[in-house]
Nanobody
Framework: QVQLVESGGGLVQAGGSLNLSCSAS????????MGWYRQAPGDRRKFTTT??????IYYSDSVKGRFTISRDGMNSVHLQMKSLKAEDAAVYFC??????????WGKGTQVTVSS
């Protein structure tokens, strides 16, 4: 089992910046990937970014160049979000994807972007 706790969501003006963090505990050893998905009202949960234990990073096209993901060892990831747009507003969910078995999810943290 893996437990995930997100922090750092909130309200920010369009064009501003916000940082999110996610800490994992439990069975976090071995190869894995941690990252973020987001879900806007009325929409499905969508991939945003991920980083694995080898340092391989992927971004969705919608955030590439504006968001930066980083990782502290095996158990923490951070998401630096810059130049935020109205369409970035969503609940952001931290994901932990082990090499085998089901993924784990945090409860989510709200990001609100005001115009």
């Amino acid at each position: 089992q893996v437990q995930l706790v997100e922090s750092g969501g909130g309200l920010v003006q369009a064009g501003g910046s916000l940082n999110l963090s996610c800490s994992a505990s439990g069975n976090t050893g071995g190869y894995n990937a941690m990252g973020w998905y987001r879900q806007a009202p009325g929409d499905r949960r969508k991939f945003t970014t991920t980083i694995d234990t080898n340092g391989e990073i992927y971004y969705s096209d919608s955030v590439k160049g504006r968001f930066t993901i980083s990782r502290d060892g095996m158990n923490s990831v951070h998401l630096q979000m810059k130049s935020l747009k109205a369409e970035d507003a969503a609940v952001y969910f931290c994901e932990f994807a082990p090499e085998t078995g089901a993924d784990y999810w945090g409860k989510g943290t709200q990001v609100t972007v005001s115009s």
